[in-house]
């Protein structure tokens, strides 16, 4: 399967497919030096391919921490020296072999290396599939996350799903949780399928047809930011979710995805009190329990502390916090939302969670 950008030029393709690591020939060939940025756990578990691979395009390899540990300036100016001290032209390709903070660092380390060389994204993870399309690339600060990036096409997304058939089911979840929120900008009936497709941990771990949602995730994902690339108007759409999830996760160092759950499940009550919806809070709760993510986090979250992190995020403006609400299935807006509304909402949250504490404490 394959898609590709359509601006109006430096577009790029984004191949899909098992065995999809085979077309990286053709993209690399026109460079001098080639240099892989690897997740170290990626790199242990697939080391001899990628050994295999590196030799096969003359490539040098630099390993890199797992994660969000790794967008740091410390790292940052360590890969960059790193690289620097191999007399590099800007004939240089950077190819970025992980999950989605691994893309976001090494795109960030191509965008401003001989400010700007090559590069290509070799996602390995499900969440990566929305991360490594575009071109948002970043590093993290003390005071909040991806505050220091900028935009950078890749020459190329090659998404190998050989990679996924080995990843942990923690992985598997926070993954999902991006395919989820293109299914849930996609309205209703996308929505329900996907819930129907993937209703208990068990069928989610099989990653059964996930090929099928990624590519719809994809698509979806595409039509927004060739739309709307520097995200003026309609890309913020695309962080639904992610103002609390955010939050939440620089706050306690939770998986990206597991966050933005937390995020999706917040702008539901939001949007309840807000916009006069009416989605069924309870229904969404089940689902995330179904699928076993760990939601003990919530009745341990500070609203204080959240919300100074949410007043950090860059999409806020001079108004305030920005959140995105779906007003209706696969309608969303963007609207501020004051700081009396967050703690009515966050109440709401807590006391979905106390009362299921409260529950499973009188059954023990």
Avoid at 127 to 133: I, M, R
Avoid at 209 to 225: A, M, N, P, R, S
């Amino acid at each position: 399967m394959k898609l590709e950008t359509t601006y109006e030029n430096n577009n790029y393709p984004i191949i899909v497919e098992h065995d999809a690591i085979e077309y990286l020939d053709s993209f690399t060939k026109d460079y001098d030096k080639v240099f892989f940025i690897i997740d170290a756990n990626v790199y242990h578990q697939f080391s001899e391919k990628i050994d295999t691979l590196t030799k096969k395009h003359h490539a040098q390899k630099i390993i890199i921490p797992a994660g969000e540990q790794t967008k740091t300036f410390a790292q940052y100016n360590q890969t960059m020296e790193s690289l620097l001290s191999h007399q590099l032209t800007r004939q240089t390709c950077i190819i970025a072999l992980g999950g989605g903070a691994t893309g976001d660092f090494a795109g960030f380390i191509a965008a401003t290396l001989l400010r700007g060389v090559g590069f290509i994204q070799v996602p390995t993870t499900i969440l990566a599939h929305d991360s490594s399309v575009g071109g948002k690339v970043g590093i993290n600060s003390k005071h909040g996350k991806n505050l220091i990036g900028a935009f950078y096409r890749p020459k190329a997304v090659i998404y190998d799903l050989n990679f996924l058939e080995t990843l942990p089911y923690n992985e598997v979840l926070s993954g999902y949780a991006e395919v989820y929120k293109h299914a849930l900008l996609n309205g209703k009936e996308a929505t329900q399928n996907i819930e129907a497709h993937f209703s208990s941990d068990k069928q989610l771990k099989s990653l059964d047809q996930l090929d099928y949602y990624l590519f719809k995730g994809i698509e979806t994902k595409l039509h927004i930011v060739v739309e709307d690339e520097k995200e003026k108007g309609m890309r913020k759409f695309l962080n639904l979710g992610h103002t609390f999830g955010h939050a939440v996760e620089y706050e306690h160092k939770i998986p990206h995805g597991h966050a933005v759950m937390i995020g999706i499940l917040y702008q539901f009550i939001v949007a309840n009190q807000m916009l006069h919806t009416e989605y069924d809070i309870q229904h969404f709760i089940n689902y995330l329990q179904c699928l076993n993510y760990p939601l003990e986090i919530i009745p341990k979250l500070n609203f204080e502390d959240t919300y100074q992190f949410m007043l950090l995020d860059k999409k806020n403006n001079s108004e305030g916090i920005q959140m995105v609400l779906l007003q209706d299935w696969g309608s969303p807006i963007v609207l501020h939302v004051d700081k009396t509304r967050h703690l009515k909402a966050f109440n709401q949250l807590q006391s979905y969670f106390t009362y299921l504490i409260n529950m499973n404490n009188t059954e023990v």
